[in-house]
């Protein structure tokens, strides 16, 4: 089924994800679009990404990748961004992670909330990470169980129901990737990191089926309001 246009009609999204580099895994370009029209982007990630550079201990890993993110948020327009300090790759859809859902929900209230992929994987040789089924998980049972919330909930799935014409905004969101410079260039010291992050943005604004636009970001819908 063709993706219908993504919602425009809004002014506040809130972006929740695991871990410092998620947004840029996907939403990056929609968000520097969307930033660029004047709407308001928040980001809020359960954990600091303090386990995810191999060789170097927590305690310097936290605060790195922290400002990392937020020169990454930076680039596309976000000046929102917050760290909870759940500990990484030990994300569990406990009560505490719940509760901190339901409060940053009803705090900044968005009318759109937007989620990593929280499904097993995107095909056969690119399995989803466990902190990020259980972080969506948390986010959907907060969702739920939160009385009276009105905003439409989206994740970055390999299904996409609405996308977004990113046209135009690649380049931001390459940019934007490319300010996790020293995870990436520990995650893949032989391939400079510009050309990871190009890579990867390409990949995730591939066209879709069904929809005209040259560079495209994909969304499901998991909540309708
Ligand atoms: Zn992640």
Redesign the pocket.
Known sequence: MSPATFPTDWSTALVL???P??PEYGMAAAVARWTSEGKRVVYALATSGEVGIEGMPAETAGPLREGEQIASAAVVGVEEVEFWGFPDSQVVNSPELRAKVTEVIERVQPEIILC?YGGPGWGPDRPN?R??IEFAAAVIDAYDELPGVTAQFFWNGPAPTHAVDVTGFTESAVESLACHRVYLEVLDPETPVIDQARAQVQWSTAPIDGFDAADASGFELIRPK
């Open positions: 994800v695991a871990h580099d998620d990593t990470q902190d990020h």
